[in-house]
């Protein structure tokens, strides 16, 4: 290795001639966590042995995937005809023609259009899969 150190050796004292070539290296920290620190004496050795440091960057994952927007916009473009089966056990043959955040609006064939409201329904699928359904 590199001078006569290796990885295995962190109990051992440096050698006086890779000594002047080592860099001191301090971690970059926010205004709130240094004052924290000056409350808890042992502040730092806790942050370094629970290591949050490392965890309190990381972002948190996001609240919404938007999946359920692509599916709706998927089917309405293709004019894919779906079948909706609401929670009674009801099904609804038509075309998603538009969506909000709490309801769909289906236009069917012979009957007259539909609001649904989607906590009333229980699942729905597209109606070429029906084969295997029933």
Known sequence: MKNGMD????GRAPETESFGNRKLIRPSLSRESRE??????????????????????????PDQTHAENFYYQ???????PMV???????EIHGII???????????RNNS???LIY??????MFKEGEMVGRK
């Open 97 to 107: 023609e538009w969506y909000d955040k709490h309801c769909i609006k289906v236009t």
């Open 74 to 80: 998927k089917q309405m473009q293709t004019k894919t």
């Open 7 to 10: 990885s295995a050796a962190v």
């Open 36 to 61: 924290g620190a000056r409350a808890n004496d042992n502040g730092d050795r806790e942050r370094r042995s629970n290591g949050s440091g490392a965890a309190a960057k990381k972002t948190p994952p």
């Open 84 to 90: 909706i089966v609401l929670q009674d056990g009801e």
């Open 112 to 114: 007259a259009n539909v």
């Open 118 to 123: 989607k906590p009333a329904i229980k699942y």
